[in-house]
């Protein structure tokens, strides 16, 4: 079946613009996570949806970060008054559990580029 | 705050050899250990995960172990091809799931 998907591929912004960054996840799958994964490192998490409601959004850098869900399905993150650092890969991934194993499953990512 | 290390930063050996990868972790409360696989320009792949209850899963060439109260695990590839060349994460999950990542270990297999 398909996986997880993520659009647009690649993002090229100006400083200070707003973007979203959007996640459809594999369906039938009610956990869904977004990581930020900047040059050289590992993913870091920024928020972890339950269906419809953010269950964790500890790793959110700042109040300029949101993210929604309102369906229970498809996610989009959003960005404010964009920053040269907030250029990484933004990668989403959910979660199937089966037979008590825990399983995320990951998408391309979207490349985000702030000029 | 967990903290998750990877040992070495880089790693390139000739085709067939055997390797391991190293990752360690500084708090011992953990939900599961999974190690991915990163490819260039690609999202991760899993390759193995160990619940906090296991000691080791293998998948082929693959095996990788855990030991919780030492706060390490490894990553073993036997026979190692170019096809192998790739990013390697080892991701600690946390209890409510959010796996907290290694910066990984860069490996290439010369042929």
């Known amino acids: 079946g398909a996986g997880v998907s993520q659009t647009p591929s690649n993002k090229v912004t100006e400083k200070g613009k707003y973007v979203e960054l959007r996640c459809d996840p594999i369906s039938g799958h009610t956990a869904l996570y977004w990581y930020r994964q900047s040059l050289g490192q590992g993913p870091e998490f920024l928020i972890y949806?339950?269906?419809?409601?953010?269950?964790?959004d500890s790793g959110l850098p700042n109040d300029r970060f949101f993210a929604v869900r309102p369906e229970g399905s498809v996610s989009t993150l959003k960005i404010q008054r964009t920053e040269r650092g907030d250029s990484a890969v933004y990668l989403c991934a959910s979660r199937q559990t089966s037979g008590g194993i825990d399983t995320q499953y990951f998408g391309p990512g979207t490349r985000l580029t702030v000029l | 705050k967990q903290e998750v290390t990877q040992i070495p930063a880089a790693l390139s050996v000739p085709e067939g050899e055997n390797l391991v990868l190293n990752c360690s972790f500084t708090d011992s409360a953990i939900y599961n250990l999974q190690w991915f696989r990163q490819d260039p320009g690609k999202g991760l792949t899993s390759l193995l995960l160990?619940?906090?209850?296991?000691r080791e899963q293998t998948s082929g060439r693959l095996n990788a172990s855990l030991d919780k109260s030492s706060g390490r695990s490894t990553l073993y590839i036997a026979a190692s091809q170019p096809g192998d060349s790739a990013t390697y994460l080892c991701?600690?999950?946390?209890?409510?799931?959010?796996?907290?990542f290694g910066a990984g270990t860069i490996l290439r297999v010369k042929s």
């Open positions: 160990i619940q906090s209850s296991q």
């Open positions: 949806f339950q269906g419809t409601g953010a269950a964790d």
């Open positions: 991701a600690v999950g946390e209890y409510g799931n959010k796996l907290v």
